[in-house]
């Protein structure tokens, strides 16, 4: 397997590969030959890289194909098309790329920044009218270096990505070639599934499941019904809880609620998949839908031996609605993928509306509710509604319990079973944090425990000695022009910044044309340590203060203090 990212300046171009099994590092600068004959010795394995799918892959393609980097480089950056544009001849061209970013948007630099690692960039420009200076030269490739470095550790921590794209190629016998697809793209390709050559007409033609039962909340279904303007909404309190009824899927909740009892989280069990198949909401373009209920099938019946085959089953199940939204998948189709979302949501309107009198709605989500019992002598009454629900429309419910709740809104909350011991997070606020996603980690870590153990945040916040558990990691979309650190433009998109005490030290700013502009949850005075700050002490400048106003604030969100 090999590592590599490309860089391409006006008259420059360089590559840094790594090899994983023979652990050798590859630099090549500028020698098209040399690439070619290094392409042609690894024509059969797999090149990882991050954005390479959109990026590095048609660098290397172009160079293959006997093009100049440059003009690729124009073609993908300038004028913002995309590489398999640029000419017929790339499809002719052998290369297994496989890209370890998983979303779009999030830079290389950030993750670095996530993981502790030194997020400082080469003061190279790469829009320089003329060839670098060997010492440029040496200075990008150090840059680069660390960059393959930092893709091998994204790859590490995200290997289930790469092990469930070759799950699901391995196991439904694909050609290796498609190791550089999307999973949505296999499952279109394992689905057998192909646009029709003319479009079809009929995105709002809305059809609902047989089986619904809307009395008190008919007129959501009227709504439905009678609109076709994606931009037209409908807010309606269910069950004394505000909901804003679209296209995205059911979404309600309790704010800044705090509650105790015996609290259910009712939970449809593969919902998506499960209306698809029992309304016929698969898409059209699949040569034989029966294909997508056998997948189900098989898959199911994994799970109930703990095979971990069921894995790329799971994937194609549960990649299929959101490619039917894809206009550029094979399974795109709105219609249906309408209907999904569309029936989802009344098949959960018609639950809240039996289950309502005997309990209170907590929230409600995309595939199941939270209630709160009024009165624990009702359970055996919530199960046999709970029983005639499942019976009635196909799907199947779990059931998992809990004592406590803090809320914030649908997408932030705790939930605690004091008894057993299990804590549910959702939410940026409090989530567990991973090596890729670790930002301000001590005020997640500092809610939680105030909340699941009663530890002061004060407590939290100032025994912790790591100042990476500090960390605030800024990343700039293309929309700003830079950074600056008060009045001073500082260089890199990305910057890690901390609270600090000097009340000299100035805040740090998104530039647009001009103009700063103030970044969300940055403190006021603070100081930027760019450089590795894994195992690193916490200065004295450090401002704990401000991370326990701060946590304390978003308490109060979740119905604490």
């Not at 073609?75 to 061209?93: D, P």
């Not at 960390?471 to 293309?478: C, G, T």
Request: charged share 30%.
């Amino acid at each position: 397997m090999l590592f590599y990212d490309f860089e391409v300046f006006v008259e420059d171009w360089m590559v840094v590969i790594m090899d994983s099994d023979s652990h050798s590092t590859n630099i090549i600068v500028n020698d098209t030959k040399k690439f070619i004959d290094f392409y042609h010795q690894h024509e059969s394995d797999i090149w990882v890289g991050y954005n390479s799918r959109h990026y590095d892959q048609y660098i290397a393609k172009a160079i293959i194909a006997g093009f100049e980097p440059q003009e690729m480089n124009n073609w993908v950056i300038e004028e913002n098309k995309m590489g398999w544009q640029f000419s017929r001849s790339l499809f002719k061209i052998q290369f297994y790329n496989f890209d370890i970013m998983t979303q779009r948007g999030q830079s290389l630099k950030q993750l670095e920044g996530f993981m502790g690692d030194s997020v400082e960039e080469t003061s190279v420009d790469f829009t320089i009218n003329r060839k670098l200076t060997d010492e440029e030269i040496e200075e990008v490739i150090h840059y680069c270096t660390h960059d393959v470095e930092e893709t091998i550790n994204v790859f590490m921590a995200r290997q289930e990505e790469f092990q469930t794209t070759i799950g699901l190629v391995n196991e439904f016998n694909l050609p290796i070639k498609y190791v550089t697809k999307t999973k949505a793209q296999l499952s279109a390709i394992i689905l057998e599934a192909k646009q029709p050559e003319s479009e079809r007409d009929d995105e709002m033609d809305i059809s609902f499941p047989d089986t619904l039962d809307i009395h008190k909340y008919a007129d959501v279904k009227t709504f439905y019904e009678n609109t076709r303007d994606y931009e037209q909404t409908y807010t309606k309190e269910i069950a004394g809880v505000k909901h804003i009824f679209a296209w995205g899927g059911l979404h309600g909740a309790k704010e800044n609620y705090h509650g105790k009892g015996t609290i259910i989280n009712v939970d449809v069990g593969s919902y998506y998949p499960t209306i698809m198949i029992r309304y016929g909401y698969t898409s059209r373009n699949i040569r034989d839908p029966q294909k997508y209920a056998n997948i189900r099938k098989t898959r199911l019946e994994y799970k109930k031996q703990g095979d971990p085959r069921q894995g790329p089953y799971k994937i194609v199940l549960n990649s299929t609605y959101g490619a039917m939204k894809d206009k550029y998948n094979g399974l795109y189709d709105p219609r249906q993928a309408n209907n999904v979302c569309v029936g989802g949501m009344l098949l959960l309107l018609d639950l809240i509306e039996k289950l309502e009198p005997y309990v209170e709605l907590v929230q409600s989500n995309t595939d199941g509710l939270y209630i709160r019992l009024l009165n624990d002598d009702d359970f055996d009454t919530i199960d046999d509604i709970c029983y005639e629900w499942e019976t009635r429309t196909g799907m199947g419910l779990d059931f998992h319990y809990f004592d406590e709740v803090f809320q914030k809104d649908v997408n932030n909350y705790i939930m605690i079973d004091r008894e057993s011991g299990t804590v549910k997070t959702k939410g940026a606020y409090v989530k567990k944090l991973s090596d890729l996603d670790y930002d301000l980690p001590i005020v997640n870590k500092a809610l939680v425990d105030y909340f699941v153990e009663g530890t002061p945040i004060e407590e939290t916040i100032n025994e912790c000695n790591d100042l990476r558990q500090f960390q605030r990691v800024v990343k700039l979309s293309y929309k700003f022009d830079g950074a600056s650190l008060g009045n001073q433009r500082i260089q890199g998109k990305v910057q890690r910044v901390f609270a600090s005490k000097n009340q000299s030290a100035a805040r740090l700013y998104k530039v647009k044309q001009g103009h700063l502009e103030k970044i969300s949850y940055t403190p006021e005075h603070v100081f930027i340590d760019n450089g590795n700050v894994s195992n690193k002490k916490i200065p004295t400048e450090l401002d704990r203060g401000w991370y326990i106003r701060l946590a304390k604030t978003r308490a109060k969100d979740f119905g604490g203090f």
